[in-house]
Structure formats: structure tokens, C-alpha cells
């Protein structure tokens, strides 16, 4: 995919470099529309050349470009999902731009269904790895120049940037749990069984989005962050059948204590230094 006209878009209608992406999974949207939007730029997904319209309930599909706490940042309102029929080239496009554009730092945030019992249904999970079950991955193909062929993923989710998100949830009486997202194609749920393998595989959480950004996230030299909203229990540890829907209020009923969560995140948020890729 040729994202060459999308940035050149984006660099005419943004007056700004972004330090820093969010990516709003399922439910967490409504922070796209925060009052530091109002006065910042969006950029709907459809208005992008080589970019669709959103086919998932819960992801609007926009890029606001606003100062968010002090610091110009991106708000990215849904994501393109393998399932949906995508090429990992347009799931990941918007990874791309933001390197491009210079962003230092991304969080990455999604719905889950909880693989580990000792998690609440309600509840966020900080990622610290993931296990990539989607039977590819992004950076097959050409290599896209300067990244490394062979990327180093032994600190995909950044220590540093796990710490300060401790930080923030400890500020908001918040403990939050550190865990291992396992990462799938869906649009299926998961079945008892594959729950169960995960689970022997040392997953926490499970999911249909993440892991491919994240892959190419850091092949574009940023520092990469997780946040998974646990939404449902895993198939087989409760005997209630799952529901997108389901996903959807429970991520609502949260949303408040992540935004706070991110506010101070995002406030005291401190970027180590090093070599950033050039492009």
C-alpha cells in the first residue's frame, strides 16, 4: 500500500508533529471526541487515498491531531482488523504514517477476553508481550527501508512506558495487572479449547487486533505501550455465550476511569531519548 498521498494530506491540513499516537479500540472511542478535539484537526479514514470506511460496530474511524494535556498528540478512533478482509498492509498503514510523521511513542489500547481466571471482567490490563496467533505477520514482504530486516522484539511492549502507566493507575487508585495478550483473526470467538491452549501457552488475554501494530510500530522506531480493557471471561470459563455487544458495554462502563488513566499518562509522560528511524 502507497501511503505516500495520505502523509502528504496530513502534512498540509496538520500544523504540528505528533509526539505521541493513541489507538482507540472497541468502546474507548468516545475519547476521540474529548473537548481537545474541538479545536484540533480530524481527519476521517475515508478521506485518506487507500483508506475504507470502518465496518466494526465501536470503531468511528478518524484521526484527531489535537494538544492533549500539554503535549500534541494523535487520537486514533478505530483500527482496520485482519478478519475484516484487510491486507496487513492497510492494518497497519496508519503504524506507517505515524512514523513518518515522526511519532516517538504509541499506545495501543483494545478490547480482550480474559484466558486468566484472577482477572475481572471490567477491568484493564497492562500488555507487557503478546503471542501473535493470526498466522502471518506484517513485515512479510519487501523490507520497508530503514527499518531492520530482523527487528528485535525482546521490548516490544517498553518497559519504561509500562512503569509510567502503573504510575498513572496507582494516581487513580487503580492497580493495574500486567499480562500476555494472545493475539487471533477472529471475527469468530475463541472456543473452550483454544482458550484452554492459551491459556497452557502462558496467555493472559486474547484478542483480534494489536499484535500486528505493535510489530510495526516498532519497526518504525517508536516506543510501543498496550492497554487491553478485559471484557468478557474466555469461552468455557463461564457459561455465558459472548456477544460483541457484551464487549462493547462493558469497554462503556470503564471508559471514564481509562480516560482519567490516559490524562495522567499522557501528562507526566517522559519519552526516553535514543536513536529515532528517519524516513
Known amino acids: 500500500m502507497d501511503i505516500k498521498p495520505a502523509i502528504e494530506i496530513l502534512r498540509q491540513k496538520?500544523?504540528?508533529a505528533p509526539e505521541l499516537a493513541i489507538v482507540l479500540g472497541s468502546g474507548f472511542g468516545s475519547l476521540a471526541d474529548c473537548p481537545e478535539t474541538k479545536s484540533g484537526t480530524t481527519i476521517n479514514f475515508r478521506d485518506l487515498p487507500g483508506f475504507t470506511d470502518q465496518t466494526v460496530i465501536g470503531?468511528?474511524?478518524?484521526?484527531?491531531?489535537?494538544?492533549?494535556?500539554?503535549?500534541?498528540?494523535v487520537l486514533?478512533?478505530?483500527?482496520?482488523?485482519?478478519?475484516?478482509?484487510?491486507?496487513?498492509?492497510?492494518?497497519t498503514a496508519p503504524m506507517r504514517i505515524y512514523g513518518c510523521l515522526g511519532v516517538k511513542a504509541i499506545l495501543l489500547t483494545n478490547a480482550a477476553g480474559a484466558l486468566n481466571p484472577s482477572l475481572d471482567v471490567g477491568s484493564l490490563l497492562i500488555i507487557k508481550d503478546h503471542i501473535n496467533m493470526q498466522g502471518t505477520n506484517p513485515l512479510i514482504g519487501p523490507n520497508i527501508e530503514p527499518g531492520s530486516r530482523f527487528p528485535d522484539m525482546s521490548n516490544l511492549y517498553d518497559k519504561n512506558l509500562r512503569q509510567q502507566l502503573q504510575v498513572a493507575g496507582a494516581q487513580c487508585n487503580q492497580n493495574l495487572k500486567e499480562g500476555v495478550y494472545v493475539a487471533v483473526t477472529g471475527p469468530s470467538f475463541e472456543t473452550p479449547a483454544e482458550v484452554n491452549a492459551f491459556r497452557l501457552l502462558g496467555g493472559d488475554a486474547v484478542g483480534m487486533s494489536t499484535a500486528p501494530e505493535a510489530i510495526v510500530a516498532k519497526h518504525e522506531g517508536m516506543q510501543v505501550a498496550g492497554v487491553s480493557c478485559i471484557c468478557n471471561m474466555g469461552a468455557g470459563i463461564l457459561e455465558t455465550p459472548l456477544s460483541h455487544m457484551d464487549v462493547l458495554n462493558t469497554s462503556k462502563t470503564i471508559a471514564t476511569v481509562f480516560e482519567t488513566i490516559v490524562r495522567k499518562f499522557v501528562r507526566n509522560l517522559v519519552i526516553a531519548t535514543g536513536p529515532k528511524i528517519l524516513r
Open 14 to 16: 496538520v500544523p504540528f
Open 59 to 73: 470503531h468511528s474511524g478518524k484521526m484527531c491531531f489535537c494538544e492533549f494535556e500539554k503535549k500534541k498528540i
Open 76 to 91: 486514533q478512533a478505530g483500527r482496520f482488523h485482519f478478519y475484516e478482509g484487510h491486507p496487513m498492509s492497510l492494518v
